[in-house]
C-alpha cells in the first residue's frame, strides 16, 4: 500500500516557474514507476511525465517536453516535479501516481494523490 500526498501548487504568472512534490508513504516506494498526470476543467486526466524506479529514465507528454522535468529521491519517498516556462494551458489539478509497471495511461497507476492545483495566468 502506498500513500501519496502532492504539495507545491499554487498561482503563478505565465513565463514562471513552480516545483511540486510528492511524498509516498510506504516502505516500497522504490519499486514503482512515478508518474505526473493532469486534469484541467472539462476535460480527461492525461499524462504529464513518468519516472522509472532508480530514476535511469524519464518520459514526457510533447506538451510539457523542454520545460518541465520529473525527477525523485528514493531515500526521501519523494518525487518532484520542476515545472518551467508556464503557460496558461498547463492550468489544471496536478496529481501524482504510482504504477508497478508504468506507461502512460492512467488505468496502469494504482495509488493516486489528492491533487494539487496549478493556475497560470496570462
Known amino acids: 500500500q502506498v500513500q501519496l500526498v502532492e504539495s507545491g501548487g499554487g498561482l503563478v504568472q505565465a513565463g514562471g516557474s513552480l516545483r511540486l512534490s510528492c511524498v509516498a508513504s510506504?516502505?516500497?516506494?522504490?519499486?514503482?514507476?512515478m508518474g505526473w498526470f493532469r486534469q484541467a476543467p472539462g476535460k480527461e486526466r492525461e499524462f504529464v511525465a513518468r519516472?522509472?524506479?532508480?530514476?535511469?529514465?524519464?518520459y514526457y507528454a510533447d506538451s510539457v517536453k523542454g520545460r518541465f522535468t520529473i525527477s525523485r529521491e528514493n531515500a526521501e519517498n519523494t518525487v518532484y516535479l520542476q515545472m518551467n516556462s508556464l503557460k496558461p494551458e498547463d492550468t489544471a489539478v496536478y496529481y501524482c501516481?504510482?504504477?508497478?509497471?508504468?506507461?502512460?495511461?492512467?488505468?496502469?497507476?494504482?495509488?493516486w494523490g489528492q491533487g494539487t492545483q496549478v493556475t497560470v495566468s496570462a
Open positions: 519516472i522509472t524506479w532508480s530514476g535511469g529514465r524519464t
Open positions: 510506504g516502505r516500497t516506494f522504490s519499486s514503482y514507476v
Open positions: 501516481a504510482a504504477s508497478p509497471t508504468g506507461g502512460s495511461d492512467n488505468r496502469l497507476y494504482d495509488y
